[in-house]
């Protein structure tokens, strides 16, 4: 499969109408190794905190957790044609047991290209066991050429990165998954978790006045983790099978590919 952006549009517990009180943003890359990151609106929790805007308070994350997908086509309970999706968690805001987490649902391609995912979880409202309904668009991937001379090969093609981290004497896990012009991370070790989310602004006046640059959007906790290395993955720097030291911890470059 190859990397993937999805965004979802909403969120629906049966019965009630649809919602979306988060910004959810899910990357996956081409072995299937995801990134999902749900942060709650700011109306829905407490504003930033800190001496940036982007750097937020446990109350607004949702959810966020990264782990391995699997898909195959099939049909639903009443004969239809559907796509069947498991995601398999690794690291998991929620829990430390992230692989004890059940994540499946059964995905519907829509005419406008949207695709409707369907299911059961634990409605966080309820803590009871609910059918779900969620909405997800997907975003094409773009490049993120940074000057305006004539770029490289490679710097006109979209990255794919996926780093991780596996370290049992510290109780920690954490992935990193780069598609094209969005970059997430998590990390946990032991009760501590972390997250970021970057978006590359293509000009746009939020950064500077029309500076092309990477815009941390969302940071929760206060881990470390190698976001800005895989951003910059067009310079050469990584490679795969490669590692990223930081503090005691110790990122593997397990995905590097262009497309």
Known sequence: ????????????????????????????????????????????????TGPAEDVLPVARLDWAFGGVSSSESGTDSEGKQAILSKWKHWVDSRTYHAEQVKDEGTMYLQSDGRTLEKGNMVNPATGRMTEYEEMWKDIDPIATVTRTAAPSKVERMRACVVLTLDDEQHEARGMVVRVGQFCQGVIRSGQYFSLERWVWMNGEKKVGEGERSWRRTSRIGSFWMPCGPAMEAEMGRLKLGGEVKYGEFIWTVVELHFF
Do not use: A
């Not at 190859?2 to 009180?21: A, F, M």
């Open 1 to 48: 499969m190859p990397p993937n952006i999805s965004v979802r549009e909403y969120i629906r517990w049966l019965p009630d109408l649809p919602s979306e009180p988060t910004s959810t943003l899910v990357l996956t890359s081409e072995h299937n190794r995801f990134v999902d990151v749900r942060i709650l609106r700011e109306e829905h929790g407490s504003g930033g």
